[in-house]
């Protein structure tokens, strides 16, 4: 079981806050409780997102994920990608080829719709030819957010599409199946054989609001567009399982998904498509 998408540190992007108060405790008791959580859903392999605090020291953000993760062996860091550096800092992006070259990352996060800039921006451009050379997937947020500071245009999964072509040699991964926007996320899928999604943060709550009859009564619209795009598109080879915890408990978001999504597609979206997303050994 393969958790392609949590938090464990704030993202620290405008207007989105801490996410919840655990992610502010210190980094030996956040690695407690992520080990608990892990444990209790079955995960043996997660992939935290870094967060938008980048320095010299630390070019993708990821340094408080790795001391947190330094306690917690299922735990990968995804590092962030800062589109307001100009293009041409040879220096920034020197120190980012250089943590990339450690194999300390495992992907790179674009707060699409956050941060007002669109996919095909230069500076994003310089981080998917890094992507290509360490041949570490692209992460985009994608679809609804949590911020009211944000612009839903740059988060459309469309604006996927164009990047995909251009960087035919990057995988790239639409963060929350562009929710509400599914079936376009779908079509931009079925479209390019180098794009992803994971089914992280389609809904959020506590396990009473995800599991069990009355939830999914409650929640029968974003399960039926989840439902909807995985049958346009045809390729159960694509989907990632994924929490966006601390947003949900992981083990009744695994439930959650365990539920909506076809049985012989199970195999595939808790395990082997991260596997080979991640180049898992
Ligand atoms: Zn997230």
């Given at each position: ?16 806050g ?20 892990l ?10 997102m ?10 993708l ?5 790795l ?21 041409a800092d ?8 250089t943590?990339m ?21 230069p ?17 985009f947020?994608?679809g ?7 612009k ?6 469309l ?36 794009v992803w999604?994971?089914l ?6 506590e396990?009473h ?7 999914h009564?409650?929640?029968?619209d ?13 390729r ?10 601390p ?8 439930e ?5 999504i ?11 498509n991260?596997?080979?997303?991640f180049?898992?050994?």
């Open positions: 079981m393969i958790d392609a998408h949590l938090h464990v540190v704030p993202p620290q992007i405008p207007g989105a801490s996410l919840a108060p655990v992610l502010r405790l210190p980094p030996e008791r956040v690695a407690g409780i992520v080990r608990e959580e444990l209790s859903a079955g995960i043996s392999r997660a992939f935290a870094g967060e938008w605090c980048i320095t010299g020291d630390d070019p953000g990821v340094n408080r994920t001391e947190i993760a330094s306690h917690v062996p299922e735990l990968s860091a995804v590092g962030v990608m800062d589109p307001t550096k100009d293009p040879r220096d920034h992006f020197d120190r980012v080829a943590v070259a450690t194999g300390r990352v495992a992907a790179l996060k674009g707060y699409l719709g956050y941060l007002h800039f669109e996919t095909t921006h500076t994003y451009r310089r981080y998917y030819e890094l992507a290509e050379r360490f041949d570490l997937p692209v992460i947020h994608t609804d957010t949590f911020s009211p500071y944000a839903l245009k740059y988060a459309h999964p604006t996927v599409d164009e990047v995909a072509v251009d960087h035919p040699g990057v995988r790239f991964v639409m963060a929350h199946l562009g929710n509400p926007w599914t079936l376009d996320a779908a079509e931009v899928i079925y479209k390019n054989v180098n999604a994971d992280s943060g389609i809904v959020i709550g396990e609001e995800l599991t069990g009859p009355a939830a009564a409650e929640l029968v974003s399960i039926d567009r989840v439902q909807k795009a995985i049958r346009y598109c045809g159960p080879n694509r989907f990632l399982f994924g929490t966006d915890w947003l949900v408990p992981m083990a009744a978001y695994r959650f998904i365990t539920d909506i076809p049985s012989d597609m199970h195999e595939l979206v808790f395990r082997e991260a596997e080979r997303l180049r898992v050994k």
